[in-house]
């Protein structure tokens, strides 16, 4: 088991504020809640809980920050902080990746992949503070000169889920303070411990007061974010569920701008023609990565008929020598989430037992392990495409399986659920790995491989799975709009 360092017990040792103004504070009605780590259920720390007048104050904060300061930062400026805290993040990465792995649960060395994701795309971003260009327009009269301007919003929440804490914030700060907005973080009640320490470094940094600020709380401080008359946008990262309310409260407020990254039901399509070595190297991960707690796990996954048994054994073996245990001692796959996470997985897994042949896997208690909340990989045969367990997210580590004939079948299970988020297809046919590449409805299609990213990548996702691109060039559209300005010469 890894020792924490001294940085990360310091930290642990003190109750946790809200980050309002570049000032730590408690919340005003004084109510707390507890963080656990979900590979022991001990308590890590009390954290305060933001309610309708902490909310008020960072939107005021935020509001003068943007009017006084942030609005006329130079892009530059913007840039120089953006690379001063990619710097202090790295400087301090076993420190965010013991807490992220603690809070979280994921395995150390997946923590610590986060951090330097988180830091390739605050650099990303950075990079694009001072190349937000807009256009002039010909409007065929020589004299009217019209051109665009790309401007910030101004305050944005930033709403984000447990599944990669860090990560999501950073995916949603980074193009947010490069477009010259002013954030409010909301990080996910279980997992609130990597924002509050980015916080810190946010300060460190030399940001403005009131240009980042963090909100702890629940699904109500989220809800007073989303339905705030001086809030310009949320960006929400979380269910499809929370994203139609968030969605609600903007029309039924201020009719905030509003992005979404929702959930997944993501098609794994393996042709009879795969190299059959390449899949398998990929299958066990792209089904239970992040104990399957992962908006783009490869849930459903598709098997030609003729190399259905085949795949099924590989995938069984492999997910059977996976390693579980809690994120310090360096598993292959930790906890799930919460203890109603993992009740809401298990009875997932008792549906499937009705509708669908279980091939590995199921609920009964790990040895030695039931005092965190796991659950083993677990796989179904599933002929059923109407079934619960085909056509809801259950995010744990939970995939069916279905054997396909030939195209047209396929593409009509793929595209038969309400998600649209990501797809993968396995094919050594390259004319047809770019058809059904075009068929797919899912914002990412990734051919011989799963879960690629990049920050210069858009993602985001089709039908229910979200509204807008985050990643690339396309974020940008998220944290600016467009002015047109006409001048009579
Ligand atoms: P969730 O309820 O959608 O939570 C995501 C974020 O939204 C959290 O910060 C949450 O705060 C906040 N929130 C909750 N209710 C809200 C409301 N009414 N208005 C505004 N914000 C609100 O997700 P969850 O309960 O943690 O997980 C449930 C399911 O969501 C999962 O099983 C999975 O299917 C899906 N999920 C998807 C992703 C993804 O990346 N697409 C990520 C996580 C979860 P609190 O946590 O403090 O309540
Ligand atoms: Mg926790």
Redesign the pocket.
């Known amino acids: 088991m890894k020792n924490l360092s001294r940085d990360t017990l310091d930290f642990l040792s003190t109750d946790k504020q809200l980050f309002i103004g570049n000032e730590w504070t408690r919340a005003a009605g004084d109510e707390v809640f507890e963080t656990v780590n979900p590979a022991d259920g001990e308590v890590l720390c009390r954290v305060s809980l933001a309610g309708a007048f902490d909310v008020d104050s960072a939107v005021n904060a935020a509001r003068t920050a943007y009017t006084d300061t942030v609005r006329g930062m130079s892009p530059g400026k913007r840039a120089a902080l953006m690379h001063r805290l990619a710097e202090l993040i790295k400087r301090d990465a076993a420190i965010f990746a013991e807490i992220e792995c603690l809070d979280n649960g994921k395995p150390y060395k997946r923590a610590l992949a986060d951090v330097k994701a988180a830091i390739a795309h605050l650099q990303y971003y950075a990079g694009w503070a001072d190349k937000i260009e807009a256009s002039q327009i010909p409007v065929n009269d020589p004299s009217v000169l019209v051109y665009t301007r790309r401007e910030a919003l101004g305050v944005a929440a930033l ?5 990669f804490p860090l990560v999501m914030a950073i995916w949603k700060l980074a193009p947010a303070l490069a477009c010259g907005n002013c954030c409010i973080l ?5 997992t609130p411990l990597s924002a509050i320490y980015l916080a810190e470094r946010v300060r460190e940094a030399g940001f403005p007061s009131g240009m980042v600020q963090v909100l702890t ?3 109500e ?3 007073l ?2 339905h705030h008359h001086d809030i310009n946008k949320v960006s ?4 499809t ?2 994203g139609k ?2 969605l609600a ?1 903007s029309a039924a407020s201020n009719l905030k701008k509003v992005s979404l ?4 039901k993501s098609p794994n399509i393996i042709f009879g023609d795969a190299d059959m070595k390449r899949v398998r190297e990929s299958l066990v991960w792209a089904c239970f990565f992040n104990s399957g707690q992962e ?1 783009t796990l490869g849930s459903r996954v598709y098997v030609e008929a003729s190399r259905f048994d085949e795949v099924a054994e590989a995938l069984a073996a492999d997910a059977r020598s996976l390693k579980m245990g809690p994120g310090l001692s360096n598993p292959d796959l930790g906890p799930l989430i919460s203890a109603q ?1 993992l009740e ?1 997985v298990r009875a997932y897994i008792r549906r499937g037992k009705d509708d669908a042949t279980l091939l590995l896997g199921g609920e009964e208690p790990l040895e030695g392990l039931d005092d965190g909340y796991f659950v083993q990989p677990t796989v179904f045969a599933a002929h059923d495409q109407q079934a619960v367990i085909v056509q809801e ?1 259950i ?1 744990g580590p939970v995939v069916t399986l279905t054997p396909f004939s030939g195209e047209e079948e396929l593409l009509a299970m793929a595209n038969g659920t309400p998600y649209g988020l990501a797809s993968a297809v396995w094919t050594q046919d390259i004319s047809r790995a770019h058809r059904i590449a075009h068929d797919l409805q899912a914002g990412v299609v990734w051919i011989n491989g799963y879960d690629m990213f990049h920050p210069a990548v858009p993602f985001g996702g089709y039908k229910e799975s979200g509204i807008g691109r985050e990643m690339g060039r396309s974020a940008l559209d998220l944290y600016t709009q467009e002015k047109a300005v006409w001048v009579n010469l």
């Open positions: 709403i984000v889920p447990w599944n909301k990080p996910a009640q279980q709380g629940d699904g401080t989220g809800a974010l989303s929400f990262t979380g269910s569920a929370v309310k968030i409260a990254e929702l959930g997944g908006c996470q809401r997210e995010f």
